[in-house]
DNA sequence: TTGCTATTTTGCTAAATACCGAAATAGATG
DNA sequence: CATCTATTTCGGTATTTAGCAAAATAGCAA
């Protein structure tokens, strides 16, 4: 889990997470939202993929980034659940609630 | 926001937390959870408190940490908010979705 | 094969981070 | 006042991080 909060925590990565939650974008589609040299971007990849954020898939010469919406969400809803706040979870079962 | 993330990226601070979970702690009642050096602490403590994640308050000569837990629910529910993630949030209105 | 395109890997800096011990601060108490 | 306790601030080091340009890789096409 330190993987992906640690990934979490750079803007740079995050933005990167947003555009792909709206479609699969190569690498160089990706750069073209940002200022930063490629080399920089790609090792950004890395740190997302090491976190199983993101899956790489190559078609020919590009490499199509997707982006693990239900690891992102397990996460995010796992960090919730440390400390005790309100996720949909919490709806499970009002039963547990009230006895 | 950002100070956000990058304080909850580090398993220090996330224990912090979650020790302020449970109820308001002095400096000293933390530092005694770990193994770390009090001025390490000390610098973490800071990072949480620029974050606005907990608020100090002295009394006499110890400093209690309290759990801003309305900050730190806020920047999780904006971040799923964020990746468009199913939050509590997400069942305000149910019109929304079905028109 | 030669060359073109897309991307990563390498090698390198500069800045940020986490840590520590020692010194400083501040409140309480004899 | 002198001292004790709780905590932070200071000064320093080691590690990690984010960035870049240049070189390497890999697939495609002429």
Redesign the interface.
């Known amino acids: 889990m330190?993987l992906v909060?640690?990934a979490?925590?750079d803007?740079t990565r995050?933005k990167i997470?947003?555009l792909l939650?709206e479609r699969d974008l190569s690498a160089g589609e990706i750069a073209s939202h940002f200022s930063l040299a490629k080399p920089t971007l790609s090792g950004h990849f890395s740190i997302l993929k090491a976190a199983d954020l993101i899956q790489a898939d190559k078609v020919g010469t590009t490499i199509i980034y997707h982006l693990n919406?239900s690891v992102?969400?397990e996460s995010?809803l796992s960090?919730?659940n440390?400390?005790?706040?309100?996720?949909?979870q919490?709806?499970n079962s009002v039963e547990d609630v009230n006895e």
């Open positions: 330190n909060y640690k979490l925590a803007p995050r997470l947003e939650r919406i992102l969400e995010l960090l919730m440390t400390f005790n706040l309100p996720s949909p919490s709806f």
